[in-house]
């Protein structure tokens, strides 16, 4: 499709059903795979990351089949029983599966080699290379710790307690996945709580998992040498894809919009408190529990917002919907500051001064910092870019569709130069916009 520009919107109405969530769509499939016997997956993300999620389990033996009606079947390989790749596992853009897969197979005695898009193969892997490494798996990678890297699984692997230097749920998750097979107890110490997506559904699963809480930090214990027991999942819609309705519809004029089947974990749904904090009117209807995950339709109205602080301590739980985030504060009274968000530059892209660059492209005024952004919002005036304002994505999807948002509250529009890595992650999006802004 290449570059597209996105012009001021009528207002967005009626009810959508964003894709489903990718963190869980990555885990149903993973954990599926090691289950013995047959799992059935509906509401399942079909795009390119986790369709390469897919096809790394296939290699290792998972039987894996999509239905015409859209649910998938999967029967497992069995957890120890995985066969060793005859090919190298191309993970494509998806960091998440690359880090979860190296500790599935960090247990396993086979050899494996890990390739990736350019994108990724510019992502550091190092910190799940550390801990893996102690548990006894050895990796060659190439400089800088990044793909495309060779792993030898360990059998049997060594329990080990981790403590997480950096929050992250990609390392924890890594961690207990390779204490999965590993004889005793593996443990994760989480100083500061990351999403728990992992936690819930390998309890879904069958495996002995204890949480508990030490000196205010949480503690994860997985029992190894697990036998885990097929189930069907269904999951519950992305809240990171929701958050671009969410603030499209806070900042289009006469918006009245439901976004239907949103995971609200708690560890993942830090945009809708923050939006509220700003002064959005959100109200969740109907909430519900799916498969361990709390889930509700979102109604969301055109409202005025209001610049905050927002305190870091709620970064780990909307790391990704921050760009989507800037573009709310660019168009809310008043200064929005962020910071912590360190996370934010080692991305598909570095996407503090990216999103620097787009806004201040599309006629915000933007202040770069170290951590984050300063925004002085327009008081909900359109944004007036530059007439040639194009947005430099850096091949990153959730830049492009962040701009795309902005895009609909600008006067001149704001030109997108590359649309094509939405497909990562949300292949539907440009229709589902289209249609609500009927």
């Given at each position: 499709m290449g570059s597209y520009t996105f012009t001021s919107s009528a207002p967005l109405k009626g009810r959508l059903r964003v894709p489903g969530d990718k963190s869980i769509s990555h885990r149903a499939l993973m954990f599926a795979g090691l289950a013995v016997g047959e799992s059935r997956i509906a509401g399942l993300l079909e795009g390119e990351d986790v369709l390469a999620t897919a096809a790394a389990m296939?290699?290792?033996g998972a039987r894996i089949v999509r239905e015409d009606d859209g649910t998938w079947r999967v029967n497992g390989a069995g957890l120890g029983s995985l066969i060793e790749p005859r090919a190298a596992l191309d993970?494509?853009?998806?960091?998440?599966?690359?880090?979860?897969?190296?500790?599935?197979?960090?247990?396993h005695g086979l050899t494996a080699t890990f390739i990736g898009d350019a994108s990724l193969s510019g992502r550091?892997?190092?910190?799940?290379i550390e801990p893996l490494s102690q548990m006894?798996?050895?990796f060659e990678a190439s400089a800088g710790g990044t793909l495309p890297c060779m792993l030898r699984g360990a059998s049997p692997a060594v329990p080990v307690t981790y403590r997480l230097p950096v929050a992250s749920a990609q390392v924890k998750s890594a961690v207990l996945l390779a204490g999965l097979n590993t004889p005793g107890i593996t443990r994760v110490i989480e100083p500061i709580a990351t999403r728990d997506h992992t936690e819930r559904m390998l309890r879904g699963f069958g495996a002995n998992l204890e949480v508990s809480e030490e000196n205010g930090e949480r503690v994860i214990a997985i029992h190894g040498e697990a036998d885990l027991k097929?189930?069907?999942v269904t999951v519950p819609g992305d809240p990171s894809s929701a958050a671009f309705f969410?603030?499209?519809?806070?900042i289009v004029p006469g918006s009245d919009l439901v976004v239907e089947n949103v995971g609200l974990n708690p560890t993942r749904a830090g945009i809708v408190t923050v939006l509220k904090?700003?002064?959005a009117d959100i109200k969740e209807l109907d909430p519900r529990e799916v498969g361990g995950e709390p889930v509700a339709d979102l109604r969301v109205r055109h409202a005025p917002l209001k610049g905050i602080e927002v305190d870091p301590a709620i970064v780990p739980s909307m790391v990704d919907e921050f760009p989507v985030l800037f573009v709310a504060a660019a168009m809310a009274e008043g200064t929005t500051t962020t910071t912590g968000l360190e996370e934010l530059r080692v991305k598909e892209s570095d996407r503090i001064s990216v999103m620097a660059a787009a806004l201040t492209a599309a006629g915000a005024r933007v202040e770069e910092h170290e951590d984050g952004l300063t925004i002085h919002g327009t008081g909900g005036e359109p944004l007036r870019g530059t007439s040639n304002a194009r947005v430099k994505t850096h091949l990153d999807h959730r830049i492009a569709m962040s701009m795309a948002v902005a895009g609909l509250a600008s006067r001149d529009g704001v030109e997108i130069d590359d649309t094509d890595p939405i497909a990562t992650s949300f292949p539907t999006f440009m229709q589902m916009l289209e249609s609500a802004a009927q």
């Open positions: 296939r290699q290792l993970m494509g853009n998806s960091g998440t599966s690359t880090r979860l897969m190296m500790g599935l197979l960090a247990s550091p892997m190092n910190r799940v006894g798996a050895s097929p189930m069907d969410l603030v499209a519809a806070s904090q700003m002064g």
